[in-house]
């Protein structure tokens, strides 16, 4: 079975402070794909990224940047400089390639960025 | 562009009365369609999926059922709702046969049972 873990329940920051929400997944199959949701206070689910397990590069996108170790099975999201509007639910997922696009969510955590 | 609707937003329901919350997808054919519940403080939990028109799969038993009657139209029911199905139910599409397509969620309908 999968499983992912997102230990960081909830983080508060201050504006313009870096903050790296952390995400360790398990699972036995060679094949598979990570994600990173928000949830803004609305409730919807925005995707923000995907990974799939043989591509380990580090991807930057804005003040957006994610850190993918198969080593360490970790699959960490850095928001660099954090604005206000970054407060929100943060959930990390794992997606097998045999099971219909079925998603193992972690428990998210809540980042709170105070001005 | 690919559209999804859920509705209600809200809804409160006393126990033991039936339930039915409707989704549907535009502007996609042949999605695989998903129905998660989430508890107040945890990460989501997947109800059902379906791959096509008629075909569900649930991930736990439980007090609900789902259906798709149409190829884009997800509906999730209850005959009597319990005090423990008070929560957060999305609804969710992706790619068919896209391995790896990410998940796109409405809005969500936050129901509370009394």
């Not at chain 1, 206070?41 to 995707?47: Q, R």
């Not at chain 1, 699959?75 to 400089?81: L, P, S």
């Not at chain 2, 046969?97 to 796109?104: D, K, T």
């Amino acid at each position: 079975a999968q499983k992912v873990t997102q230990a960081q329940t909830e983080i508060s920051v201050v504006e313009k402070e870096d903050v790296t929400l952390d995400c360790v997944y398990e699972t036995r199959d060679t094949t598979y794909y990570l994600f990173w949701y928000k949830q803004p206070p609305s409730g919807e689910l925005v995707f923000l990224i995907r990974r799939n397990s043989f591509d380990e590069q580090n991807e930057i996108s804005g003040r957006y940047s994610w850190n993918f170790q198969k080593s360490t099975s970790s699959f960490n999201f850095t928001i660099t400089a954090s604005q206000v509007v970054d407060s929100a639910v943060y959930f990390c997922a794992l997606s097998l390639a045999t099971n219909a696009g079925k998603s193992t969510f972690g428990d998210g955590t809540t980042l709170t960025v105070k001005p | 562009s690919q559209t999804i609707h859920q509705w209600p937003a809200t809804l409160v329901q006393p126990v033991g009365s039936p339930l039915s919350l409707e989704c549907t997808v535009e502007g996609t054919s042949n999605p695989n369609l998903y129905w998660y519940r989430q508890a107040a403080g945890r990460g989501l939990q997947l109800l059902f999926y379906s791959v096509g028109i008629g075909q569900i799969s649930s991930e736990v038993p439980q007090n609900l059922s789902a259906s798709r009657p149409q190829d884009r139209q997800f509906i999730l029911s209850s005959k009597k709702l319990l005090l423990s199905d008070s929560g957060f139910y999305l609804c969710a599409w992706s790619v068919s046969g896209g391995r790896g397509s990410p998940l796109h969620f409405g809005n969500g309908t936050r129901l509370t049972v009394t």
